[in-house]
């Protein structure tokens, strides 16, 4: 079980049609946006926290290619 949930409230492609229509974006990209968004200050909060350097995070990114 999660410790935590986090609601992001964005339009996806159950909701893009009709009166639930928030963006002019096409189905899930206001969503799919968000996310990234989110994810990348997700990663900025967990240098500082980790103390992670640059050079640790090319390292490990370098890796996984």
Same mark, same amino acid.
């Given at each position: %079980?999660?410790?935590?949930? +986090?609601?992001?409230? #964005? ?9 639930? *229509?928030?963006? $002019? %974006?096409?189905?899930?990209? +206001?969503?799919?946006? #968000? ?9 900025? *909060?967990?240098? $500082? ?17």
């Amino acid at each position: %079980l999660a410790d935590f949930v +986090l609601t992001l409230p #964005a339009q996806t492609m159950a909701d893009d049609q009709g009166a639930k *229509k928030t963006s $002019v %974006l096409p189905m899930g990209s +206001l969503f799919e946006g #968000a996310l990234f968004v989110l994810f990348e200050v997700m990663i900025l *909060k967990l240098i $500082v926290r980790l103390g992670v350097t640059p050079e640790a995070m090319r390292a490990r990114h370098t890796n996984l290619e």
